[in-house]
């Protein structure tokens, strides 16, 4: 039976100490070429988590027809809210208090201190039955807002761009004309809510000048479907509202950002591909430098197969390495960052999908780079090899 005699494996980690110079640079290109794969591919799991939890099965929304997809356009009457409490079975109560919640959605400037310039934030007008539907909103200091004050999520401060000390509660922030004392930050489990300004709902629409709202949420009780809201705004047509499921209306934002995910997916692929051909002009360079030395091999008694897997073998180590030390820094420095989008902020998240393609990535730019190169080693005539100099 044919055995195949191969290198020692020290052979290979030995020659990647010999020219150390060359190594580090190497793993250096390598390192980084894996961490732009791990950012991008958390770019991407971080929007699809936030929109992932920001719906809620047994919330409903109901808003304006004319407004799309988009409810920072809807406008509807304010009486909304108490017709859909009267008129419908299906909602939630606790203790006789319904689950409906009536808000106004608006973008605005926001200034977090005097010498600051303007940010664009997301401002939600809501009343006390809010976090009743909101179930995934937790207080993290302070209280529920008064007349004049707000609530501030955990990511508002990487939506407006600035220090998350100048949001700390306590402190003071101007949009819409008028200035606003923070009594409270919250968290939302990731979600979309995370970058919002609560304030109270009557103290928004006096700052606006607005008697509208934007949408009601409907919270349903076990077992009713959102069949009967929809059907009550088919009904209406004087109030020119649709409904749908908080989930579903999440889901096709998602749909609406399948560009951007592609896009993060092609870059994802390019500098893959980059990374392919960096390693393939280094893997070049190496070869043209050891020639007499493979030949040697060959002449020794080494077949071409056992030089060529000693020479994918050390280019493995270099990538792997690469990969794991790019983890680390991904976990580290990039894991649960926070960035600023259209639909407000969300975190980086390196998750398991992350860590597959991002050290997938660097196996892959490790045999792909280094087969071509090994195999042009391979076809030096023995003796033309040995007067190589």
Not at 62 to 71: H, L, M, R
Not at 87 to 106: C, D
Not at 109 to 133: K, N, W, Y
Not at 134 to 160: C, D
Request: with cysteine.
């Amino acid at each position: 039976m044919f055995h195949l005699r191969l290198l020692p494996w020290d052979y290979g980690v030995r020659n990647l100490f010999r020219r150390p110079a060359r190594t580090a640079l190497t793993l250096a290109a390598l390192t980084l070429v894996v961490l732009l794969v791990f950012i991008v591919v958390a770019f991407i799991s971080g929007l699809e988590s936030s929109l992932n939890v920001s719906g809620d099965p047994r919330v409903t929304l109901v808003y304006s027809i004319g407004a799309a997809e988009d409810i920072e356009n809807s406008a509807i009457p304010a009486r909304t809210a108490a017709l859909l409490a009267a008129s419908l079975e299906g909602v939630g109560r606790r203790y006789s208090v319904g689950y409906v919640s009536p808000e106004l959605y608006v973008g605005t400037r926001i200034t977090t201190s005097p010498d600051s310039t303007l940010a664009f934030g997301i401002v939600r007008g809501v009343t006390s039955t809010a976090p009743l539907l909101r179930r995934q909103v937790q207080m993290l200091e302070g209280t529920w807002p008064a007349t004049g004050e707000i609530l501030v999520g955990r990511l508002t401060a990487a939506k407006l761009g600035c220090d998350p000390s100048l949001l700390t509660v306590g402190s003071t922030i101007r949009f819409d004309g008028h200035d606003w004392r923070i009594s409270g930050r919250f968290a939302a489990g990731g979600s979309a809510f995370e970058s919002e300004v609560w304030a109270p709902l009557s103290d928004l629409q006096q700052a606006l000048k607005r008697q509208d709202i934007s949408l009601v949420a409907v919270g349903l009780a076990p077992g009713a479907s959102s069949a009967d809201i929809e059907l009550f705004c088919k009904e209406r047509v004087d109030l020119e509202i649709q409904a749908v499921a908080e989930t579903k209306y999440y889901a096709a934002l998602q749909s609406h950002y399948q560009p951007v995910r592609m896009l993060g997916w092609l870059i994802v692929g390019l500098v893959a591909a980059a990374g392919v051909f960096t390693g393939l002009n280094t893997m070049y360079g190496a070869v043209v430098g050891r020639v007499r030395e493979l030949s040697t091999l060959q002449a020794v008694g080494f077949r071409r197969r056992a030089i060529l897997v000693s020479l994918i073998q050390e280019a493995l180590l270099l990538s792997l390495t690469a990969s794991l030390l790019a983890a680390i820094v991904a976990l580290v420095l990039v894991n649960g960052t926070a960035v600023r989008f259209t639909m407000g902020a969300f975190t980086l998240r390196v998750d398991s999908t992350a860590i597959l393609v991002g050290c997938g990535t660097g196996f892959l730019l490790g045999l792909l780079g280094a087969v071509p190169p090994a195999l042009k080693a391979m076809s030096f005539p023995i003796v033309d090899g040995l007067k190589a100099v």
